[in-house]
Structure formats: structure tokens, C-alpha cells
């Protein structure tokens, strides 16, 4: 069986889903938020467990590239970037 890749829009490393967390974009209300199971619906994009990778992965223009909308919220990006660093230090601990 083959080993789901996906890439990282921080570093743009390509690595195992397994190592990557997964954001996504609801379809029905829009909302960004973090996808645990990695099965939600919606338009997915990856970043890396590195707080260096989270910092670059939540600059405006690289998530509204990735999501394909116009425009996210700076209060969004706040919320998801202190989401993600929070998994991150749980995960290392």
C-alpha cells in the first residue's frame, strides 16, 4: 500500500500525512479550523509539527493561496496559529 504524501505550506517539504497537521476550510460556513481525525469535508492544506513552519504557514497571502479565498481574517490566522502551536507542545511532550 502506498504512503499518503502531502506537502507542507510552511517549508514546502513534502512528508507522510502522518507527520504533517492538517487545517481545512468548511464548505458549508467557511470556518478554518484544525482537522484532528483528518477526515473532515472541506479544502485541506498541511503544515509541518516545526513553530517554524506554523509562523511561515500563517502569513495571509500563503493561506488564502492555499484555501483559494481572497481573504482571511488576521483575528482567524491569531486564533489558528496559538491552536497549532498549542498541538505542537503536545505532541512533543
Known amino acids: 500500500m502506498a504512503v499518503l504524501q502531502r506537502t507542507c505550506i510552511g ?10 497537521i492538517r487545517i481545512v476550510r468548511s464548505p458549508v460556513d467557511g470556518a478554518i479550523v484544525i482537522d484532528s481525525r483528518g477526515k473532515e469535508k472541506g479544502r485541506g492544506a498541511y503544515v509541518c509539527f516545526n513553530i517554524d513552519c506554523i509562523n511561515k504557514a500563517m502569513q495571509p ?15 482567524t490566522i491569531d486564533r489558528l496559529r496559538q491552536d497549532l502551536l498549542e498541538l505542537t507542545e503536545v505532541r512533543h511532550c
Request: contains cysteine; glycine residues 4%.
Open 11 to 20: 517549508c514546502w517539504q513534502v512528508r507522510t500525512r502522518e507527520d504533517l
Open 61 to 75: 497571502q500563503k493561506l488564502d493561496r492555499a484555501f483559494r479565498v481572497d481573504h482571511i481574517g488576521l483575528e
